[in-house]
């Protein structure tokens, strides 16, 4: 009763939200006269018995579409959809029904028929410790599904905070609360795996909750799981398969068996020149190529004028700290060497701060903030928060702002060495020979292009003998400029051509279509023969191996973007 009654007061008191519902239902008509004349046929292709499931708890059309398209491919293929998803989700519900999608289950409601209340307190009374600390939480699994870390990940998401103080009654409480879900989460996960033949499901932000607990016990009984994401250039989506040992993965990285495939590939001229094109398209400033859009009314400076604007030493060398949105998937992939991504920062500069005067040391915050606080009607980044505890700082440590002017490329003639946890960066300055010092794994980390401290003291005796590192050989380049070219323009999957992209620039951002896609094909024929369509139904179906590379879809990358 109160999501509607909550959802009646906001729409004729809050203008922002009326909007927004507005420019949703018009997406919605636009879309129905657009492929309302065949989106719902095919359904008699599929095979009651044989389930592709559909985590889908969101309301945004980008997402509910593609999802739409996903399901119409596999629905194709024998494959009956079964979304999974919340009750109050009415928009993401009108577009499965366009597309004749009528088996879903509301989450909200199956956890409470399946779960008792009680019972579901009995589980995690017995699994919480007395005292609550981050690296407590962390190993917490319930029947071997980790709780711990989904918990915490949404906890940092609603309290966008990176670094959770437990002794605060309200976030303890919101934890707990959290971990509850989680564990009744999984207890009806097991009941929706007895009652439903699901022989694969798709899956987005699995590390949140509910997601990761029905992801992760799907995983466990075998199930084929493939984790899908937007990718980072226009028009393109990212998609992987996994599997209870690979969970820990990131999902926008290169399986082992890829990159031996890749590494083992000559590299050509050509190669290097489309490396450059990839990285002048990706930071142009108000580029229209990059879905984040994180260069945004930023300028590209010459070293002498960053090192002018920031007041750095010319007679040292410089090293870029790069933080992460701390509070944004925080605890999904991989792991870190400190409690989270704000502990490695704090303590990281307080260190440098210290120990490492003999090197200009530049604290970047990540431009994603400026879209991220803009949707969460924050003006300050967490990270500023975090380290007002340190300040002032030396003269040696400059903080370089999300809203900053200067464009990220200024900085690669300018740095010498950059440190983060696994952020994009990190396969990126080695394409330019510059040592990139890494505090987690799950991404990139031991593919012979990057440091990979082991410990805390061994990364921090990095970090003091920073200074006498040298630049990385022809051979760690090249390694890097193969796995950042694959990566970038053969593991991102182009759609053009059936479901193109639109975006809007930050400031424009504000409602749930900011970014969106529309749909191209005007027959079930026509979308049915859509490459794309036909070699990723393929993969979904057929396919054992983790990755799917763009080259295997559409041509090689040279020609997927000309």
């Not at 450059?276 to 930071?283: P, S």
């Not at 928060?385 to 300040?391: A, E, S, V």
């Not at 191209?520 to 396919?543: K, M, N, P, Q, Y």
Request: hydrophobic share 40%; aromatic share 10%; glycine share 4%.
């Amino acid at each position: 009763m109160y999501r509607p009654i909550k959802r009646s007061i906001r729409h004729f008191t809050d203008p922002v939200y009326h909007r927004n519902q507005v420019a949703l239902w018009q997406d919605l008509t636009r879309t129905t006269r657009d492929v309302g004349n065949w989106s719902a046929q095919g359904i008699e292709r599929a095979n009651a018995e044989s389930l592709f499931a559909v985590l889908s708890f969101t309301n945004t059309p980008i997402h509910s579409k593609f999802q739409c398209l996903l399901c119409k491919a596999m629905q194709l293929r024998g494959y009956r959809p079964l979304i999974i998803t919340h009750s109050w989700n009415r928009i993401a519900l009108e577009y499965f029904r366009l597309f004749g999608i009528r088996h879903i289950i509301f989450w909200d409601q199956f956890v409470e028929e399946a779960v008792d209340e009680q019972e579901g307190w009995r589980h995690v009374n017995g699994l919480l410790p007395q005292q609550l600390t981050v690296q407590q939480i962390i190993p917490l699994q319930f029947q071997g599904i980790e709780v711990g870390k989904h918990a915490l990940s949404v906890t940092c998401r609603r309290r966008v905070e990176g670094q959770l103080d437990l002794k605060n009654p309200d976030t303890a409480e919101l934890l707990r609360d959290n971990i509850f879900y989680a564990v009744r989460s999984v207890i009806a996960a097991k009941k929706l795996l007895r009652e439903n033949p699901i022989q694969k499901m798709l899956v987005r932000d699995c590390g949140y909750i509910p997601n990761g607990s029905i992801y992760e016990t799907a995983l466990q009984a075998n199930i084929d799981c493939v984790v899908y994401e937007q990718g980072q250039r226009r028009s393109t989506w990212v998609l992987k398969r996994y599997t209870a040992k690979t969970k820990g993965d990131h999902y926008f990285s290169l399986s082992p068996q890829s990159w031996d495939r890749i590494k083992m590939e000559p590299w050509t001229p050509e190669q290097d020149r489309l490396l450059e094109k990839e990285f002048a398209e990706r930071y142009k400033p108000d580029s229209t190529d990059d879905t984040r859009r994180l260069q945004s009314g930023k300028r590209i400076k010459l070293p002498e004028e960053v090192r002018s604007q920031l007041e750095l030493d010319a007679s040292k060398k410089t090293a870029v700290i790069f933080s992460h949105v701390a509070w944004d998937a925080a605890f999904f992939f991989g792991t870190c060497l400190f409690d989270d991504f704000e502990d490695w920062l704090l303590q990281t500069v307080k260190f440098v701060a210290a120990e490492c005067p003999q090197i200009n040391w530049i604290v970047k915050l990540h431009p994603f903030n400026v879209f991220k606080l803009q949707r969460e009607i924050r003006n300050e980044e967490s990270e500023i928060r975090l380290l007002r505890q340190l300040m002032p700082l030396p003269e040696h440590i400059k903080i370089l702002r999300a809203d900053t002017d200067i464009n990220t490329q200024s900085l690669f003639p300018l740095v010498d060495y950059a440190l983060t946890v696994n952020g994009t960066v990190g396969m990126e300055f080695p394409c330019y020979g510059v040592p990139v010092v890494l505090a987690g794994t799950g991404r990139y980390n031991g593919r012979g292009f990057t440091i990979d401290p082991a410990t805390k003291d061994e990364y921090f005796e990095t970090l003091r003998n920073l200074h006498a590192i040298p630049k990385l050989g022809p051979n760690e380049t090249q390694l890097a400029r193969k796995h950042f070219l694959a990566l970038m323009t053969r593991r991102q999957i182009s759609f053009e051509e059936i479901a193109p992209m639109e975006l809007k620039r930050l400031h424009e951002a504000q409602s749930d279509v900011h970014d969106n896609i529309s749909m191209r094909a005007r027959s079930l024929s026509e979308f049915e023969s859509s490459g794309v369509i036909r070699r990723l139904g393929d993969w979904l179906v057929e396919g054992k191996e983790s990755d799917i590379l763009d080259s295997e879809l559409t041509g090689t990358a040279t020609e997927a973007r000309q």
